[in-house]
């Protein structure tokens, strides 16, 4: 309870209630207003995105503005980085690269001596 904010407890406390009736959420509506107030508490209480990703995202949203939606965004971005560094993973493989937006999350996650490959079918 120390950190969370007014809204954020309302959140949790909501959620145990409707957990008991074995339904968290009861509309798509109701997740999706969960997972923009969880992506906004995350945002707000991280550390910033480096410029690099963000350079990177702008470039891929102006590139490919229909599939942008596909670049993981910073909160899961850090959660992949977080993965590969707390398991001291010595090796990544990437199926499905894109732009590299994650692939460059991972990286950052991994020891100097470290390796990331990455794969993807789209050889742009």
Known sequence: KG?????CLQCISTDRSQSETNSVFSTRAD??????LLEEYSR????SEPMLMRDLQQATQEAFPSRAHMVCGPVVGRLLKSIVHMTRSSRVLELGTFTGYSSLWMASGLSDHGELLTCDIDPK
């Open 31 to 36: 997740r999706d207003e969960h997972s923009d």
């Open 3 to 7: 950190c969370c904010s007014e809204e």
């Open 44 to 47: 707000e209480y991280s550390t």
